[in-house]
């Protein structure tokens, strides 16, 4: 970067933590020590019950100050919460309507049957109404990373499914998401969107963040940031995190 960051945001699943997980103690402590320095955001598909399960029950060395300084924006960011007065309250959600969401759950498995990306053999429910997200989870939101990591390992199942989803809702946003998952919003309302509420909010411009993510691709959920020209670090699961992180921290 040009100048230092006054705030650091990250994806979670595979960038924090493998998929579903809960972040390792040795991210614990470094999301910690990076939140005595600048503001944090976690922006990422998941709902918030995950973003709590994954990262905030895990932070246990935190201080209030800290966690003061730590955003939250589960569903790509249309959610967003801060920590106030000793709890975790919600700033804003832009929850679909039932229309939409009829509409999205409709057209994702339908699709999803007629490609043959339907699965008989899952690890929960396949898919799940976010509020502000419909999800598309092919093997459930329980599966074993190794299975999902297979599943798909190219993309092209997601993208397949993506593309045919969004052809039936031209008035929605649908998404190829994690490993094994297509997200759909409101359209116009994805990371980008986040992140740029999340400037309008704290008052941090654009371009004094940095975001930290492994699906900076074209097809990844995380270019919309990358397209919006915040400056984005790439890495590959949470180790290369955890690298880059030990040599952000002394510089800042």
């Known amino acids: 970067m040009t100048s230092t960051p006054r705030?650091?945001?990250?994806?979670?699943?595979?960038?924090?933590?493998?998929?579903?997980?809960?972040?390792?103690?040795?991210?614990?402590?470094?999301?910690?020590?990076?939140?005595?320095?600048?503001?944090?955001?976690?922006?990422?598909?998941?709902?918030?019950?995950?973003?709590?399960?994954?990262?905030?029950?895990?932070?246990?060395?935190?201080?209030?100050?800290?966690?003061?300084?730590?955003?939250?924006?589960p569903t790509c960011g249309t959610q967003?919460?801060?920590?106030?007065?000793?709890?975790?309250?919600?700033?804003?959600?832009?929850?679909?309507?039932?229309?939409?969401?009829?509409?999205?759950?409709?057209?994702?498995?339908?699709?999803?049957?007629?490609?043959g990306y339907w699965e008989s053999e899952t690890w929960g429910p396949i898919l799940e109404d976010r509020g502000s997200q419909i999800t598309f989870s092919a093997l459930g939101q329980g599966a074993p990373v190794a299975a999902k990591a297979a599943w798909d390992a190219d993309g092209v199942k997601k993208n397949t499914l993506r593309e045919a989803a969004q052809a039936l809702l031209p008035d929605l946003e649908v998404r190829s998401g994690g490993s094994t998952s297509v997200d759909i919003t409101r359209q116009g309302i994805?990371?980008?969107?986040?992140?740029?509420?999340?400037?309008?909010?704290?008052?941090?411009?654009?371009?004094?963040?940095?975001?930290?993510?492994?699906?900076l691709d074209p097809d990844g959920n995380d270019y919309p940031v990358k397209a919006l020209g915040v400056e984005c670090h790439a890495v590959e699961g949470w180790h290369d995190t955890a690298e880059f992180l030990d040599e952000l921290i002394p510089t800042l």
Request: one cysteine or more; a negative charge; charged letters at 25%.
């Open 80 to 115: 967003y919460y801060r920590f106030e007065s000793g709890t975790w309250n919600q700033v804003y959600a832009q929850n679909l309507t039932d229309d939409e969401k009829q509409r999205a759950l409709a057209a994702v498995e339908g699709e999803a049957r007629r490609l």
């Open 190 to 215: 994805d990371k980008a969107y986040g992140m740029t509420r999340l400037a309008e909010l704290t008052g941090i411009p654009l371009d004094d963040m940095l975001f930290v993510g492994d699906r």
């Open 7 to 73: 705030l650091v945001a990250f994806d979670l699943d595979d960038t924090l933590a493998p998929s579903k997980t809960a972040i390792d103690p040795r991210m614990a402590d470094l999301l910690v020590t990076l939140l005595d320095r600048v503001e944090v955001c976690i922006i990422s598909g998941g709902q918030y019950g995950q973003f709590t399960a994954q990262v905030i029950d895990r932070l246990t060395s935190a201080s209030p100050e800290a966690l003061e300084k730590l955003h939250l924006m």
